[in-house]
C-alpha cells in the first residue's frame, strides 16, 4: 500500500471504531443496571478495515426475554451505521451462550 491508501484506511477504520464505541456507550441495559459499556456487560470489541464488528457481550440476567431482544436489537443499531458490513456478538457467561449468541445473530 502508499502512504496515502494507509491514511485513507486509517481514517476509515478510525471512524467505524467511533461508530461502534458511541453506540455502546449510549446503549442502555434493560433492567435500569445503566449503560452496558460501563456495566461491565460488554468485553471484547474487535473492528476491522473491512466494517466486520464482534463482541462479546455477558447479559446481566440470564434467560431474561428483555436482554436477549435488547442485545438483538443493538446488533441491528450497529449494522445500521455507515461502514460496518457485520456484526458478531458473543454471548458469554450464562447457560446456553451458545444458544443466545445463534439467536441474535440471525435476528
Same mark, same amino acid.
Given at each position: 500500500m +502508499?502512504? #496515502?491508501s494507509d491514511y485513507l484506511s486509517n481514517r476509515k477504520l478510525a471512524?467505524?471504531?467511533r461508530q461502534v464505541a +458511541?453506540? !455502546?456507550s449510549g446503549w442502555a441495559e434493560p433492567h435500569g443496571h445503566g449503560k452496558m459499556a460501563d456495566n461491565?456487560? #460488554?468485553g471484547n470489541v474487535d473492528v476491522d478495515i473491512d466494517g466486520l464488528v464482534k463482541i462479546a457481550i455477558t447479559p446481566k440476567r440470564a434467560h431474561c426475554p428483555c436482554c436477549l431482544i435488547n442485545?438483538? +436489537?443493538l446488533r441491528l443499531a450497529l !449494522? @445500521?451505521?455507515k461502514g460496518i458490513t457485520s456484526v458478531h456478538i @458473543? #454471548? #458469554?457467561g450464562v447457560p446456553a451462550a451458545e444458544r443466545w449468541t445463534r439467536t441474535i445473530n440471525n435476528a
Open positions: +502508499n502512504p #496515502v471512524k467505524i471504531q +458511541n453506540t !455502546l461491565g456487560s #460488554v442485545v438483538a +436489537n !449494522l @445500521e451505521k @458473543e #454471548v #458469554v
